[in-house]
């Protein structure tokens, strides 16, 4: 999905959803929008839909949202499993985004992406292990402070699968490391169980200004095949113009199993199998890097 203010005055923010259904948050009152919707098939993505219009009203910031912008007070933690857990809190009018963090208590790694939605499922978590989560908002006049932490436990798993290499997966784990580029409002990310047909994790768009921070994502998969999917709505890739940016898949023992240099257009694709903590390369594909786009001013993006 993407939307942005109908007279272009703004670059566009895009991101990517299961649902049917989105609430977007952060939209100015009387300011006529338009929004775009397109579809990944198995054999790539589909054309935008024809632009939406629609001009958001000011009503005191109902609907489920605080008037204004400012630090969040209410994060809650939810319909909790083993691998999963979602995540809301009561938005503000006014706020452009929000950045959420999350770790395993007792690690020092956070795990970050920006969203403009109030409730977010957090994917590939392990079993029956403890995390902390704080975000910040992102308002006009700049970002707030953290909220309050809220911590919950994963339940335990179903003792399927592989040994796990005893980090709390009873499944198999891999992992995936992300490294942004100055752009991180154009990239997305996407896992997907090839053998079900669905999407089990997915990631972005993150802030911008943040070149050569980490993404780190560990995974608890069952057997079968699945392909990691990195996307740049610029269609410049993530190296090497504004920044290195590059990704990688690692096994259990930190062993790689395929990588990107970031050099790419659109997309790049990883396709890989795994079996009892056993990971094998399938195949990759990328499209090539668009050549004379006119970079948008950096002041401009959210």
């Not at 070149?211 to 699945?226: A, H, M, R, V």
């Amino acid at each position: 999905m993407k939307y942005r203010r109908a007279d272009n005055s703004q670059a566009a923010v895009e991101f990517t959803t299961t649902n049917t259904t989105e609430i977007i948050s952060g939209l100015q009152s009387n300011i006529e929008y338009k929004v775009k919707v397109r579809v990944k098939c198995p054999s790539g993505w589909s054309n935008y839909t024809a632009p939406i219009f629609l001009t958001p009203t000011s009503n005191g910031g109902g609907g489920g949202s605080h008037s204004g912008c400012g630090i969040v007070s209410d994060l809650e933690a939810d319909n909790i499993e083993a691998n999963q857990a979602d995540i809301s809190w009561t938005g503000y009018a006014d706020a452009i985004s929000y950045k959420v963090y999350y770790k395993i208590i007792g690690t020092p790694t956070w795990t970050t992406f920006s969203t403009v939605n109030t409730q977010v499922s957090l994917n590939g978590l392990l079993p029956n292990t403890d995390y902390r989560v704080k975000i910040k908002t992102h308002c006009p006049n700049g970002v707030t402070s953290f909220s309050p932490k809220e911590e919950f436990t994963t339940l335990s798993g179903n003792g399927n699968g592989g040994s796990g290499g005893g980090n709390g997966c009873n499944l198999n784990t891999i992992e995936f490391n992300l490294t942004l580029d100055d752009y991180g409002s154009e990239t997305t990310w996407e896992l997907y169980n090839d053998d079900l047909g669905n999407m089990v994790a997915n990631g972005g768009a993150y802030q911008d200004g943040q070149s050569g921070d980490q993404i780190n994502e560990i995974f608890c998969l069952e057997d079968g095949c699945y392909t990691i999917y990195v996307d740049d709505a610029y269609g410049d890739g993530i190296c090497c113009d504004y920044g290195d940016g590059s990704f990688e898949i690692l096994d259990i023992n930190g062993s790689e199993v395929g990588s990107s240099d970031g050099y790419f257009g659109y997309y790049d694709y990883i396709e890989f199998c795994v079996i009892d903590n056993v990971a094998n390369f399938g195949s990759q594909n990328k499209d090539k890097k668009e050549t004379n786009l006119r970079r948008i001013a950096k002041s401009k993006k959210f």
